[in-house]
């Protein structure tokens, strides 16, 4: 049987590093950007296309490979409906939930009405609207701030928090601009603005009626509303909290009819203790290594159960939870500009090899990060019995990373681990704000010859085979490695 893996970068790496384990054949696509990028080397087929949206190349290529399954990843076609859709109209498996249930969560407003139904609670707010005069009504009954959201959005796109009611209008149109770009849809919901407030999602797998809960993560450091460090469990609940968090997340899950992996998820406010409904995503998330590490299962071979014999190979008290993990994502960013991704090649990359320590990557030495796809560089991942060591194990393994290129968030990330507030755990989603404008009082220089040494450090030691050095994409493809 073969599995068309419907993405690139570190994701397609993943896939196929545990779709291999199962005996499974590996598909792939690639555009031109891509061509020598490291997945494109270790699937064992690829196949060129336009782009990684084009549903109707997406099946010619999975016709021409005679491919069984389609697995979409996370990010481009992986919540759209009408590709879940058509790869199951075609005769193929898809590994995710169903069409309907993509509709379902995928629509802000229409999950925010599930989640009320079956007693769980959402933040007041107004219905969605595509008219800005309505919405600019609508923000002065709920009174100022109020979270601005894309009712078909994701990752960040359309969301804003507004405070000001002079540039009312100008913002809401902004980012009705920014929906319809990235969603094809302009419609736009306000909320109540939670302050100060954790962002906590729960994993889930459905099948025929089931749910099974395997653990919280806690993912309230961001930028621009998206997501840099998670960690479970998380350090804000105790176990009657998590127990009403893993009810709330299992009653909505139930209430969609959801099939395979996804994530339900909440904000959390600590000053009434209780948990507002979010959304639901309906895929695998970027940070369900954090889970693997704490639940010793492999997400993606339970999506694969869940996909060919309709049940996953274990029960909810399969699912026992151990020690700590933190993810960090290192990406190719200037935090000196807001977070404004970096372009450029990696002239050099190396990743430690250390106990507890995973690397998931889709990058080598050589590869040029373009300003076309998401600038992710690695993530990084830790496991320890506790949140203290994995702090600390985290802390060496970025400081043990080797990384010429492109600019990075590499030092802002080892900032935020050894800042106060992240040692005492009182993290929200306004943290990373606070202490980049503390991160920009810090100098971090580096003598002037350090780059050049390491240069030729690096050369000799692979004895000076300069030009092979950054052009064999063989050689050079670094593992996912795994502890």
């Known amino acids: 049987m073969k599995v068309l893996i419907a993405n690139r970068g570190e994701v397609a790496l993943r896939l196929h590093r545990t779709l291999s384990e199962l005996g499974f054949k590996t598909v792939g696509i690639f555009t031109k950007e891509d061509e020598n990028w490291p997945f494109t080397y270790e699937l064992d087929e690829v196949y060129p296309v336009n782009s990684y949206l084009n549903i109707k190349q997406i099946l010619e290529v999975a016709q021409k490979s005679r491919a069984n399954v389609i697995h979409p990843g996370y990010g481009f076609l992986s919540e759209n409906p009408n590709f879940a859709r058509a790869v199951r109209e075609a005769g193929l498996i898809f590994v995710g939930p169903t069409a309907e249930a993509m509709e379902m969560v995928g629509d802000k407003a229409r999950a925010k009405e599930v989640a009320q139904k079956v007693g769980v609670p959402t933040v007041p707010g107004s219905p969605p ?179 060919l014999e309709g049940k996953p190979s274990i029960s909810q008290r399969d699912v026992i939870l151990r020690g700590h993990s933190i993810e960090v994502r290192l990406y190719a960013e200037d935090p000196d500009r807001d977070f404004l991704p970096s372009v450029g090649k990696l002239e050099a990359l190396e990743f430690p090899v250390m106990p507890g320590v995973r690397i998931d990557s889709g990058v080598m030495e050589g590869t040029e990060i373009s300003h076309l796809y998401d600038p992710m560089i690695a993530k990084v991942i830790v496991h320890a019995p506790d949140r203290e060591q994995a702090r600390r194990r985290l802390i060496s393994a970025l400081k043990g990373i080797l990384l010429f290129g492109p600019k990075t968030n590499l030092h802002f990330l080892i900032y935020v681990l050894e800042s106060q507030e992240y040692v005492s755990g009182n993290t929200y989603t306004h943290t990373v704000r606070d202490l980049l404008k503390l991160y920009h009082e810090e100098t971090f220089e580096l003598p002037s010859d350090v780059e050049e040494f390491v240069r030729s450090w690096k050369y000799i030691s692979k004895g000076d085979q300069r030009g092979e050095a950054l052009n064999d994409p063989i050689l050079n493809v670094k593992p996912i490695l795994y502890p």
């Not at 809401?172 to 920014?178: F, G, T």
């Not at 395997?214 to 460090?229: D, F, N, P, T």
């Open 129 to 307: 609207s595509d008219d800005p005069h309505f919405l600019a009504k609508e923000i002065e009954r709920i009174g100022l701030p109020v979270l601005l959201k894309a009712v078909a959005g994701g990752g960040g796109k359309g969301m804003r928090v507004l405070r000001r009611k002079e540039t009312l209008l100008e913002d809401i149109l902004s980012a009705q601009r920014e929906a319809l770009g990235a969603f094809g849809d302009g419609r736009l919901m306000a909320e109540r603005y939670v302050f100060p407030a954790r962002h906590v999602e729960v994993q889930v797998i459905g099948w025929k009626g089931n749910v099974l809960i395997l653990g919280e993560r806690e993912c309230s450091l961001q930028r621009r509303h998206q997501k840099i460090l998670e960690e479970t469990p998380s350090p804000a609940l105790n176990d009657s909290l998590r127990e009403k968090l893993y009810d709330y997340a299992r009653r909505v899950a139930l209430a969609v009819g959801y099939t395979n992996a996804g994530t339900v998820e909440f904000l959390y406010d600590e000053g009434r203790k209780e948990f507002y409904f979010l959304e639901v995503n309906a895929r695998l998330q970027v940070e369900h290594p954090v889970t693997e590490m704490v639940s010793g299962l492999d997400l993606v071979r339970l999506q694969m159960e869940v996909a």
